[in-house]
């Protein structure tokens, strides 16, 4: 498994990112991405489960064959989500002016929007964004795409991977209202790999990685992830390589979690089954008391006990003591804290990666206005 | 109903608290309430359900008669969890010493601790204590009582009212690890009206105080409420007085939170099932988006959207709009503001009251040390 340079786009993809005005710095705020005209796509989407979900996300449910996306047009700085009918009418327009400019179906184009809440999006500046970043996609444009869709992120998250004669390419955003639902933020990821069951291949690396990550517990209104695949290879994907990519991206949202000073990794061992030690994990990883100990370096291992006593509620667990909690690393140096906890109760595991609640987050999100 | 000094004690009841050594500050932090040895008493004790819960209460699960709870013994300092098997012998230790110190069965004496987690206790120091509180009590301790039991309180939280001839006198304690279970912190109350049914009574009444609040959204591993009437007076609780004088604690504790500067409350309105109700409020005042949105006073109604549709996941909402959401006293003046949310999808309501995420709740919680 070699790491490519990190904008490099899969064999037969093509991408672009260009500023229409969304954001008031003029920065990149519009993105295509699509496969070549020629490939034979077959493809994947998840979407976000929060029920306040964004026009784009409701337009991507109702609108698009996800097995053969073969484009995605996103824009950075507006969410679109609760901005009413208009709002899903203005998604609706940007779907069809970017399956217009690039020569294909509507159904075959995702939209994705990121940004503000609850403001309505200037659709005339998007469409006009769309017709020039749709005139200048090529295999060069990884760079400008994955700048176009970042909002609060401190640097563009994006990597390309070869292995067994295949590549793959994604590109991601997301900081902060970090929390898997399906996803967790927006991720495209593009592969010439043949891979024959793109829905279950995605959400089994999604499962691993995205799914694996917290930063304030507040599952978004607009988490979308895209896979498409050529098969133009010929070659079958190899395993563990979509998810090392989707790790690595994973990673890089939790560590540019909002006001992140540090990584914690919490691992949850000898629960009864997996969904009991999954809700362990996750009130670990969102306890504000334990993301502040992380903050603070402090090796308070009883917050660790606490917050699953309390996803536990009712059950008898015994004492949850030194002996089978180590927090060691939350009083340690390093930029990350590995902790586990053994429940005592069966076989079973699961981990979340977070980020530690710091000065900075208050700073960020007390005075970020609407 | 009129309130009375809020220190005095319902007739029938005494109390006192001293200093045994185990805060460093030389403050008092062994507490005893005991009604007199003539009354005839009913009582109803509740306990957190966390399952990482602190020795006393596990003894109080265990040893103690619920109904006819005739005194509490209470340190602050320690909260004696996560202590181990000579946690337990120490918190039944605390119970036999209370028991015979002032002539009752040790089933009948309630334990309770707050403080640090998973550190032995210093028995010795509080069993020393409990000799000389037990030899001090009167019926002007409560103010003794009240501050025995605080830890990182601002304060003392007590009071008493009259009402249709009979007394209701309360003390509690909490700050931080606030999120209900069954109670979540401790409470003590004393009445010498006749209450046919304590734990009934108790239970409803936390149900609209305690149970309303929250802080940081952490089920503490001490938390306990108890309730003693003694019916000396011969007359009823009259309706609302105990709710009355719960909620008014319940709110002191809320404005008391950690790091707190400001408290919302949270009315969910057009829910399907009073559940639903409830898991929007709860995950409303427990997102640190709403809750840094209400110390930067912005009324970001769209934070609360997101969280609301984040508790209703896969359900079909609709458009969750300004004129669904009411947040405009995010962004107002007051230490208090009132919000609201429309889910439009029946008739049931629920309210919590939250308070805010702020510089020195980071501050607290980082720079604590075990």
Chains 1, 2 share one sequence.
Not at 36 to 41: C, H, P, T
Not at 247 to 263: K, N
Request: charge should be negative; glycine fraction near 12%; include cysteine.
């Amino acid at each position: 498994m070699v790491e490519a340079e990190p904008t490099a786009l899969a064999p037969g993809f093509r991408a672009a990112g260009v500023a229409c005005g969304l954001k008031s710095d003029g920065g990149t705020d519009v993105g295509i991405v699509a496969c070549d005209a020629a490939a034979e796509i077959g493809s994947a989407l998840l979407l976000t489960r929060n029920a306040a979900a964004a026009a784009p996300v409701r337009v991507c449910r109702e609108r698009c064959d996800g097995a053969s996306i073969r484009a995605a047009v996103v824009n950075s700085g507006n969410a679109n989500a609760a901005t009413g009918e208009q709002g899903y009418a203005d998604a609706v327009a940007m779907q069809e002016r970017c399956a217009a400019a690039i020569g294909v179906e509507a159904a075959a184009v995702a939209v994705a929007e990121t940004g503000t809440i609850g403001v309505p999006l200037d659709v005339d500046r998007v469409l006009d964004g769309i017709d020039r970043a749709a005139a200048s996609t090529g295999p060069a444009g990884g760079a400008d795409f994955s700048a176009a869709i970042m909002t609060t992120d401190a640097g563009p998250k994006r990597c390309c991977i070869t292995a067994g004669g295949v590549t793959v390419s994604a590109q991601a955003k997301g900081a902060g209202m970090i929390e898997p639902g399906y996803a967790t933020m927006l991720c495209f990821v593009q592969t010439d790999a043949v891979v024959s069951d793109p829905d279950r291949t995605l959400r089994g690396a999604v499962a691993e990685s995205f799914e694996r990550i917290t930063v304030d517990g507040q599952m978004s209104t607009n988490d979308t992830v895209l896979l498409q695949a050529t098969g133009a290879s010929g070659l079958p994907l190899p395993d563990g390589v979509l998810e090392a990519v989707l790790l690595q991206l994973a990673l890089a949202i939790v560590a540019d979690g909002e006001g992140a000073s540090r990584v914690g990794r919490i691992e949850v061992r000898g629960a009864a089954e997996p969904g009991e030690a999954e809700r362990v994990a996750r009130a670990v990883a969102n306890s504000p008391l334990v993301k502040t100990a992380l903050y603070g370096r402090d090796p308070n291992w009883g917050r660790i006990a606490q917050a699953a006593g309390q996803a536990l509620a009712g059950a008898d667990i015994g004492e949850l003591g030194p002996e089978r909690v180590d927090a060691d690393e939350l009083g340690g140096d390093g930029p990350e804290a590995g902790l586990s906890i053994d429940l005592g109760r069966g076989g079973a595991s699961a981990h979340v990666f977070f980020s530690d609640l710091t000065h900075d987050y208050i700073r960020i999100n007390a005075e970020y206005t609407t």
